[in-house]
């Protein structure tokens, strides 16, 4: 008695469930009626090139490229003469008087000049200096001329890092897309599996009264089923967040509705193992920045180097308008060089050079790592596409058999020879063959977009 009651008290617990898990689905989609859209048909190559131009991390890369271009060509405007305007108007409080005594200028005639004592105001208290001048930098230019290599060397790494997170992205999409398929795949064989268990439930339902079976198998048939639904849920939800990444990654709005094209591009051969490495240490664009980098330093160096022993040379030339100044003329030219150097600097200038050889040094150490990083991703990727070749050689084996198998229980089937719940199981082991199959085509198509990558190609 004790044993039927928990097992009557398990049923109805089981029942319970499986009630709420088939009418959530229901419910969630009858209140998302009308908020629906056509799904959206895309492609692979066409998401790749929506994230290649409207992704957030490729235009951070893109806007990070203009910003170096325009130091540069900052730095490059050094070069040439600049023209500045300086004006200023004074007011001052007091001026500076002058006395001129009697007769201190001479006698003409008996009349004394002047003939009596002159006070004369220098200035006025308010005054107006305005100038133009033009500088050309003379030994400057050496000085010029290292900042210049070194806004060149940023600009040079801003590009390759740019063309890095394009890279990138480009691969996230495709990893992204792949296991949308496979997702979408296997959700095609949980179905199968779904309606396999309910063919099996409603069989063990009639074993039951007929009492050829015990009702302990009835339940588990019925836990089959909601293992199988709770699968289904587990994937559509997996699929949700999936299709969500993939949107954010190609800039569309979060809301729009993916079919995804299942067709994707065939494999191509890549190149042997020693070229792939040797073509990623020439074409990286981490290695190429890390060069840069190293560019960069040195031009550090050098700069550092030249502003300890070279003065600042310039050529000056300027015209001057004043009013109210004292001993000037209204409108005059002034003409010449200026020389500027110091003479110390309490070490300022040598620390600063060492400063720049360490930061060389990092940099040369940095571009080390790198170097063997990538070497390392590229061995990795070229194993990955070996495994994965295996693998597909083994599915396409499995899903052969699969095939057969289920061919035969179909026929058994028609024969009569076997239940409905057998060619259902072996349908959904088909479904689930063929989700393995496509899932090692995809592993096999993602391992050589890993490799290509690697080598600092952008998948297509």
């Known amino acids: 008695m004790k044993r039927n009651a928990a097992l009557f008290l398990l049923t109805a617990l089981l029942t319970a469930l499986l009630m709420a898990i088939t009418f959530s689905p229901c419910l969630a989609e009858t209140e998302e009626t ?23 991390n490729i235009r951070i890369a893109g806007y990070t490229v203009e910003e170096k271009q325009h130091a540069k060509e900052a730095a490059k405007s050094s070069y040439f003469p600049s023209i500045r305007n300086d004006s200023s108007f004074m007011h001052v409080t007091d001026s500076q008087l002058i006395e001129i005594k009697a ?46 290599d070194l806004v060149q060397a940023e600009l040079i790494a801003s590009r390759q890092k740019a063309q890095l ?21 296997h959700r095609s064989a949980t179905e199968a599996r779904l309606k396999a268990s309910e063919d099996l439930q409603g069989e063990r339902v009639e074993q039951v009264k007929f009492g050829s079976t015990l009702e302990q198998d009835l339940i588990d048939s019925r836990a089959q089923f909601l293992q199988a639904k709770q699968e289904l849920l587990t994937t559509d939800l997996q699929l949700s967040d999936l299709k969500l990444k993939l949107n954010d990654l190609t800039g569309l709005p979060l809301t729009t509705s993916l079919d995804l094209d299942p067709a994707v591009p065939e494999f191509q051969e890549t190149c042997p193992r020693a070229e792939c490495v040797s073509a990623a240490m020439a074409s990286h664009p981490e290695v190429l920045a890390a060069r840069a980098e190293v560019q960069k330093a040195e ?66 150490e940095n571009l080390a790592k790198l170097t063997d990083e990538v070497e390392l991703e590229v061995e990795t990727a070229y194993n990955k596409l070996d495994r994965t070749h295996q693998m597909l050689k083994v599915s396409e084996e499995v899903v052969a058999l699969r095939d057969e198998s289920n061919r035969v229980m179909q026929q058994k089937l028609l024969q009569g020879a076997a239940l409905n719940s057998q060619a259902a199981n072996a349908s959904a082991q088909q479904y ?8 090692s085509q995809l592993d096999f198509l993602q391992a050589n977009d890993e490799l290509l990558n690697a080598i600092g190609r952008t998948p297509e």
Request: charged residues 20%; proline residues 4%.
């Open 34 to 56: 009308g908020n629906t859209a056509p799904p959206r048909h895309m492609t692979l190559h066409e998401a790749v090139q929506l994230a290649l131009k409207h992704n957030h």
């Open 103 to 148: 007769g201190s200028l001479g006698v003409a005639g008996g009349t004394s000049i002047p003939p009596v004592n002159a006070i004369i105001n220098q200035g006025g208290k308010d005054f107006i200096t305005s100038g133009t001048q033009i500088t050309q930098p003379l030994t400057t230019l050496l000085k010029i001329r290292r900042e210049n």
């Open 165 to 185: 997170t394009g890279n990138d992205v480009a691969l996230a999409v495709h990893q992204v897309y792949y296991k949308i398929l496979v997702v979408q795949a």
């Open 299 to 364: 031009a550090a160096v050098r700069l550092a180097k030249t502003d300890m022993w070279v003065p600042d040379v310039e050529a000056v030339a300027r015209y001057s308008h004043q009013e109210n100044v004292p001993f000037l003329a209204r409108n005059f030219g002034t003409f010449g060089v200026h020389f500027g150097y110091d003479v110390f600097d309490s070490g300022r200038k040598k620390a600063t050079v060492h400063e720049r050889q360490a930061q060389l040094s990092q940099a040369k």
């Open 432 to 439: 689930d063959a063929k989700a393995l199959l496509l899932q």
